[in-house]
């Protein structure tokens, strides 16, 4: 019995969304550990393993939901190994293994490739080695200016050593959208980015860090080469103009339903009221961090935050949600059905069936996925819906704000969370292509037949 299960063994050759699955759980794993050990806390005392791997799911699904407060709980060791978890999660495991590879010239053999083609989201091996180099040199370099900008701004108002650490954290955690920040350390200020909701450095810094790391490498990819070639894919402009439609519409919702709100923009300057409804506008997409406290935002602003976090990010991003390309698709099926066409035309291209029957599949996955997520946490944890709601879809969605759920889960509630973070960074379909074996071509089709529709 034993040789028979060792010879399965050894045929096992896992597909590439299931290796990509095995390599996130080893991440989260080893986060786990590293974790859990009294040097990683501030007090010098282990953390439950259970909270280790909460943060740890966290980090490595760049979602930034704690119940801790980073600056304060964690040691300088911690608050690295949960920046070295934000870095590979967000440009993917496979893509630091073959930064790896290349370092030492070893050849990238062609199941490689496919790992690393699912891991970008790309519909095509071609030139993958090549973009993940690019990947990495985008990475290093927006990070790399993004943190020299934010140290300069903050070495007016703390030490030099500390403003470059926190010039790199935050820029790291801002790119890669993770959303955890040490600002509360300081007992004089409040949660996340609140005190610089009207300051014009941290705000454009940070905002064009999100854009940046929400549109995915792929479109920067296109736009640098865009002097020199004069053209733009079609996913290049896809992302574009539906990630600015959303920013605009997102500034102008939040702003008119806050303006008049005492606990969030009335108290602001001009500035600051257009600082902060943009501000949260584009973090809702993914990145997490806020400038205005998300507990004092009126319902119908908590509800369209929810509605943008479902959206989310860009293919290829280190963002979740279910992508701003397939909003893109349903959108562009339901105006194809109103006026009568049978085709999704965008920018004069009609769009393959199979990216169509995909979108579908994933917007319904990732729907029935929050509402059931949601239904559970309605029943372990006593909170109001909204707040449920709100940090189920911020969870999927690896956003990573809160309405305050977080500090209260119970241990149910945390596991619910953590899967849904790691589901999310993943994506629902991937993870079924995971479970399930390879299929098998259909050697017939059934005749067709008409159902009535509305």
Known sequence: MFGQFHKKLKRFRPNPPQV????????????????????SSSSRTAMPFLDALFMATSATCVTGLSFYNIGEHFSLFGQLVLLLLVQIGGLGFMTVATLAALVFRRRI??????????????????????????????????????????????????????????????????????GFDLFGMFPDRRASLMHYVDD????????????????????????????????????????LTVSAALIVVGTLVIFLFELTNPHTLHPLSPFGKIFGAMFQSVTARSAG????????????TQFFIILL???????????????????????????????????????RYRIAKDRIYKAITFTLLSFFLIVLAAMVLSTTEDYPFLGILFEVTSAYATTGMSMGLTSQLTTPGKIVIMLLMFIGRLGPVTLAFTLT??????LFRYPEGKITIG
């Open 109 to 178: 053999s062609f199941r490689e490739r496919l790992i690393l083609q699912e891991a970008m989201n790309q519909a095509t091996t071609e030139g993958i080695v090549r973009l993940i180099q690019k990947v990495l040199l985008y990475a290093l370099v927006i990070e790399a200016v993004g943190a020299v900008v934010l140290a300069v701004r903050w070495m007016f108002e703390m030490p030099l050593g500390q403003a470059l650490y926190f010039g790199m954290f935050h820029s790291i955690s801002t790119f890669n959208n993770a």
């Open 20 to 39: 990509l699955a095995f390599g996130f759980i080893v991440m989260i794993a080893a986060g786990s550990v590293l974790l859990s050990l009294p040097v």
């Open 289 to 300: 961090l806020s400038t205005l406290d998300i507990e004092s935002l009126r319902q119908a």
């Open 309 to 347: 976090m479902f959206v989310g990010a860009a293919p290829g991003s280190s963002g979740g949600g279910i992508k701003v390309t397939t909003f893109a698709i349903l959108i562009g099926a339901m105006v194809a059905m109103v006026r009568g066409k049978e085709d999704i035309v965008m920018f």
């Open 200 to 239: 014009p450095v941290v705000n454009a810094v940070t905002i064009v860090l999100i854009i940046l790391g929400g549109i995915g490498f792929i479109v920067i990819s296109d736009l640098l080469s865009y002097p020199k070639q004069k053209k733009l894919t079609l996913h290049s402009k896809v992302v």
């Open 437 to 442: 074996s390879k299929a098998e071509k259909e």
